[in-house]
């Protein structure tokens, strides 16, 4: 038999990242290259509590559930936004299955074939792959290590008149930066000049290593409420495996996007709503997400202390300020994707940086996670990528 895909799904692009994965998933190689937060600080007996909660609360748990999702975690939720200083209620609050999936919905409600979306350049992989595949054109605004550049970024909304902009501004994936204040209120500023909404994508913000310095979500400081979407997700802050993120935003973006998930799965899993709900309502989340703030940067640590062994000067990189990656480039010329299979070759792996670009790929940058390895493995792989990185440039 043979099936004749629709057309647009000729948009539909394979991961290079995941096919690259799968070289690093050999049983001796330690992987820096996955985003996966660290498994051995999961509160896995707080979150079999939890689901002991649902399954003694009834049998609704096990029914279908609304669209929008479990009233009690939005008001969770809601709560929780009040403290960074974005103000929801429930009904403009819709639970996702991981902000993944708000991606994709945004898109959906969004994007037709021609139109533009404006990224960063690097930016997140997956979300590039949503916009493709709703045929848009995305357009990379030139960015440096505090953000988008303002004066390119209102040349492009002027030129291309984009739909949407989408942007990581704390501790982004893949290069782990943070925007400064200016930049987040330029970026304001020129979307409430040009009405174009910004898609917030936030799943890293609460892995702030130094908790004296503020970074104000953008959505926080949109005075009209109705310039950002604003996306976040339990994945980093609890376990990924949960499958739970959520969206907030004005409310007609927000009804919305629930019709087109509706459409879509009818709702996220009623359980594991129900179960963080729980777990929100009884565990010490704020506990917990500082004890992530320290094993990471514990973790980030030891891998900075590696990488200043280095020669200075051969490769670029910053010391992150929060989330899960360190993103280095090294020399002209270097290959990073030839790099990756010495690497693998000795056991260890990274993700080369070239598929995060929109345009120019520069292929002499690659990723590192610092989250999910033991403190014992990043040792051991960092003895092995340093001797890698040593060895003479693979052009
Ligand atoms: C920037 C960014 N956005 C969104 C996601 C999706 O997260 P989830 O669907 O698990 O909430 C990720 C996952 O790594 C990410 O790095």
Request: charged letters at 20%.
């Amino acid at each position: 038999m043979n099936y004749s895909f629709a057309p647009h799904t000729k948009n539909y692009e394979s991961s290079a990242v995941r096919d690259i994965l799968k070289v690093t998933q050999q049983e001796h190689v330690i992987s820096f290259a996955g985003g996966l937060p660290a498994e051995d600080i999961f509160p896995i007996e707080d979150v079999k509590i939890a689901y002991e909660k649902v399954f003694a609360s009834g049998n609704s748990s096990l029914q279908y559930g609304l669209t929008e999702g479990f009233v009690p975690l939005r008001e969770a939720i809601q709560f929780r936004m009040e403290q960074k200083e974005i103000s929801s209620t429930p009904d403009n609050i819709l639970l996702t299955t991981g902000s993944q999936q708000v991606i994709d919905l945004f898109s959906r409600i969004m994007l037709s074939p021609g139109d533009v979306v404006l990224t960063e350049d690097p930016t997140y992989l997956a979300a590039l792959q949503v916009f493709q595949s709703y045929g848009a054109v995305i357009a990379a605004v030139r960015s440096d290590e505090h953000g988008m550049d303002p004066e390119d970024l209102q040349q492009k909304i002027v030129h291309l008149q984009p739909k949407f902009i989408y942007v990581i501004p704390t501790f982004s994936n893949p290069d782990g930066k943070v925007w400064n204040q200016e930049r987040r209120q330029e970026l304001l500023n020129l979307s409430y000049q040009y009405n174009v909404p910004i898609l917030e994508d936030d799943p890293y913000g609460d892995i702030q290593f130094h908790p004296e310095e503020q970074y104000q979500p953008v959505a926080a400081m949109d005075v009209t409420k109705t310039h950002v979407i604003y996306t976040s997700t339990f994945s980093k802050s609890v376990v990924p495996a949960l499958r739970t993120g959520w969206v907030t935003g004005p409310k007609e973006v927000i009804q919305m996007m629930a019709k087109a998930k509706q459409m879509n799965d009818l709702h996220s899993s009623s359980i594991d709503q129900q179960a963080l709900y729980y777990l929100l309502r009884d565990f010490n989340l704020t506990a917990h997400i500082k004890r992530i703030r320290k094993e990471y940067y514990s973790r980030m640590t030891i891998m900075r202390d590696y990488l200043n062994k280095l020669k200075p000067g051969l490769f670029k990189w910053k010391e992150p300020k929060g989330g899960m990656f360190m993103w280095l480039e090294g020399e002209e010329g270097l290959n990073t994707t030839a790099l990756l299979h010495k690497a693998v070759e000795k056991g260890v792996a990274f993700v080369p940086g070239a598929p995060f670009y929109v345009h120019e790929p520069k292929h002499n940058t690659f990723r590192l996670n610092f989250s999910h390895s033991s403190p014992e493995k990043l040792k051991l792989g960092m003895d092995r990528l340093v001797e890698v990185l040593l060895t003479p440039a693979v052009v």
